[in-house]
């Protein structure tokens, strides 16, 4: 919000520009505070998705050591274990990976969209201070 006491030209047109120029500057230092914050919350999310993401391709790895370690071994009892213990976290992997790897993206999007947002929100406080600077500058919007 504008201060009503800020000296200004006494043009009451100007002076309303000058107030929405502000306005609109306003706005977007609001936005990058929000965006920013938003930001840290979204990297320590992504940071644990992506950490359990890991976590799940570790355990397939291991389950599939286990299976070739079972077929060397040649301990049929041993090897059928195995390999359900390597199809059960394959389909973890394929399961929750998805769900993650779904969510991580759904970050991304909001991301963008917050940067759009910023972007759009910029390029309104520009064009108002670009009429109130055409105001000061008395040009009607008439090119000659």
Not at 10 to 38: M, N, R, S, Y
Not at 43 to 58: G, I, R, S, V
């Amino acid at each position: 919000m504008t201060d009503p006491d800020r000296r200004r030209t006494g043009q009451p047109e100007v002076d309303a520009l000058l107030d929405q120029a502000d306005a609109a500057h306003q706005a977007v230092a609001e936005i990058v505070t929000i965006t920013h914050a938003e930001r840290i919350v979204s990297q320590a999310w992504l940071a644990e998705l992506a950490a359990e993401h890991e976590a799940l391709h570790e355990r397939y790895q291991q389950a599939e050591a286990k299976l070739a370690a079972a077929s060397a071994a040649g301990d049929p009892d041993q090897v059928v274990s195995a390999r359900r213990a390597r199809d059960q976290a394959s389909a973890d992997c394929d399961r929750v990976g998805r769900v993650l790897r779904e969510e991580m993206a759904g970050l991304a999007e909001a991301g963008f969209e917050r940067n759009g947002a910023l972007l759009g929100q910029v390029r309104s406080a520009w064009r108002a201070e670009d009429a109130a600077r055409a105001a000061l500058r008395g040009d009607t919007g008439r090119q000659g």
